[in-house]
């Protein structure tokens, strides 16, 4: 019995781990990492967020406790999740230059969709986005004004009347932009996934006071998918592994390395400055 209850302790532990350095994680991947049924999981993830150290969400859990109750826990982070840390420090890093009462316009990716749980330690904010999970997941998470491009997300996420992408910049005053970015082109063209979001990115960008450009690791994409150029943005936030291919070329146009750890770099425009 006392070997059980010290496995499950362990278990739980290393969930909590596991969620806040990834920011998200679904029942599926936790079964199938550490070897049990999904309806254990879902028992582990309930009593977690009872204990406060996550919130269950569909399908999964999610990261929102402050770093200060992770401190009293002694739990050796699992190998498979350590590349997870990268994302959560530019997560943490992208959150530090968005104060209570902006205005953000969210791109698609991965990386936005892990910095919306942590945007609810911010007030009064709008959230501007084109992705219906992502305004979902906003909408659960946060206390924030939750805006789709297509409509406003409402009690129950049903949509409003349908709204164009002109309307809304009309409407709103966009303070930040933050766009994941899949590469930056040797012409300094900035690259994302989608093709089909072109067109809007582009108008955001020339509407919003800043720009915060994310960029994890680098993707080949077609060079068709460029939205601007770094003279157009203000802040480029590498992981490390980017780091190395495009220190020089952000130097030589006009950027200045502002903040660096061990997970990722934060340079600055000094044209925007």
Do not use: W
Not at 42 to 53: A, N
Not at 100 to 116: A, Q, V
Not at 144 to 172: P, R, S, T
Not at 187 to 214: C, F, P
């Amino acid at each position: 019995m006392v070997r059980a209850s010290s496995g499950l302790l362990k278990r739980r532990l290393q969930i909590a781990e596991i969620v806040r350095k990834q920011g998200e994680v679904k029942v599926d991947e936790l079964s199938e990492l550490l070897q049990v049924s999904n309806v254990t999981i879902r028992q582990d993830l309930t009593y977690l967020e009872q204990q406060g150290y996550l919130k269950r969400s569909f399908g999964g859990a999610i990261y929102v406790t402050p770093e200060g109750v992770f401190n009293q826990l002694s739990v050796n982070t699992p190998s498979y999740i350590q590349s997870n840390s990268c994302d959560i420090e530019l997560v943490k890093t992208c959150l530090s230059y968005i104060n209570d009462g902006d205005t953000l316009f969210l791109s698609h990716g991965n990386l936005i969709r892990k910095l919306i749980p942590f945007l609810h330690c911010k007030k009064s904010l709008i959230l501007i986005m084109n992705d219906i999970s992502s305004a979902q997941l906003a909408k659960e998470f946060t206390d924030a004004e939750v805006v789709l491009v297509g409509g406003a997300i409402l009690e129950g996420n049903l949509l409003l009347d349908n709204k164009m992408i002109n309307f809304i910049l009309n409407q709103f005053s966009i303070s930040h932009f933050v766009t994941e970015l899949s590469s930056i082109n040797t012409d300094n063209q900035l690259i994302i996934e989608s093709l089909e979001q072109v067109r809007i990115y582009q108008q955001i960008m020339k509407k919003a006071a800043h720009t915060i450009g994310i960029l994890p690791q680098r993707i080949i994409h077609n060079n068709d998918n460029s939205i601007g150029t770094l003279v157009d943005i203000d802040m480029v936030m590498l992981s490390r592994s980017a780091v190395t291919e495009y220190h020089q070329q952000l130097l030589d146009a006009n950027f200045e390395q502002l903040i660096s750890n061990k997970y990722c770099v934060t340079y600055q425009n000094k044209l925007e400055t």
